[in-house]
């Protein structure tokens, strides 16, 4: 069983392409987060969301709490964000912290 | 920029030793955090420390794990007796506050390679 699910998994886009990355869970969250694995296995935090809307540059996060869904949008795509976008929630019962299998992108130049 | 930092970068041990993984967070931060990423699976939370003590823990976490602040920058993960099934990256992360409760991002640390054998 996924509490969290991520589509798609594999991602391949043209450079200056509009890009969208799913996320859905299916547990009560205090907070979801977006995270990046950069290919040298490194992570960045890029959002954390309980609500609405969030924006850093070309990166755009939404969460609708009563769907259980989250998107991160990434505007006039660059091949440096080639990466494993990963979603990750925790739980609002204590000790639950879930992470998805992450989206691959690879952004062609 | 203040970052997280960890040490070694890889480590190879034999099956049945100690290792000692060793992590230095940024230094206003009061939340740390254990992940770990079996090659080709997703992360996974292992435990958090807040105030000298464990705040949370995972089911992974078992006694063969423990967690210390030796010092007021280091923060550590023991494992007792390395199984292969160990081998894993393990991440450091700290946060100002706790950060699962959305009040403040992660900032995470390169990771350590450990490779059981």
């Given at each position: 069983k996924n509490e969290v699910?991520?589509?798609?998994?594999n991602l391949t886009a043209q450079e200056g392409e509009f890009i969208t990355i799913n996320c859905s869970y299916s547990v009560g969250i205090s907070a979801l987060h977006w995270l990046q694995q950069h290919p040298g296995g490194g992570i960045v935090s890029l959002f954390m969301l309980s609500s609405g809307k969030?924006?850093?540059?070309?990166?755009?996060a939404t969460i609708n709490i009563q769907e259980k869904h989250s998107s991160l949008h990434i505007t006039a795509?660059?091949?440096?964000?080639s990466a494993v976008y990963i979603c990750a929630?925790?739980?609002?019962?204590?000790?639950?912290?879930?992470?998805?299998?992450?989206?691959?992108?690879?952004?062609?130049? | 920029e203040p970052e997280v930092t960890q040490t070694p970068s890889h480590q190879?041990?034999?099956?049945?030793?100690?290792?000692?993984?060793?992590?230095v967070p940024i230094s206003n931060h009061l939340y740390f955090y254990w992940y770990r990423q079996i090659l080709g699976q997703k992360v996974e939370f292992l435990v958090s420390f807040y105030n000298n003590e464990i705040s949370e823990k995972s089911e992974i976490f078992d006694d063969q794990f423990s967690v210390e602040r030796p010092d007021g920058s280091n923060f550590t993960l023991k494992i007792r007796s390395t199984k292969l099934e160990d081998s894993a990256m393990y991440f450091c992360a700290?946060?100002?506050?706790?950060?699962?409760?959305?009040?403040?991002?992660?900032?995470?640390?390169?990771?350590?390679?450990?490779?059981v054998l």
């Open positions: 699910e991520q589509s798609p998994q969030k924006k850093h540059g070309r990166l755009i795509s660059h091949p440096r964000d929630v925790g739980g609002d019962t204590g000790n639950q912290f879930y992470f998805g299998t992450g989206t691959s992108l690879t952004v062609i130049p | 190879v041990t034999q099956m049945g030793q100690e290792v000692i993984l060793r992590c700290s946060s100002e506050y706790w950060s699962w409760k959305g009040y403040n991002e992660q900032f995470f640390g390169p990771g350590t390679r450990l490779t």
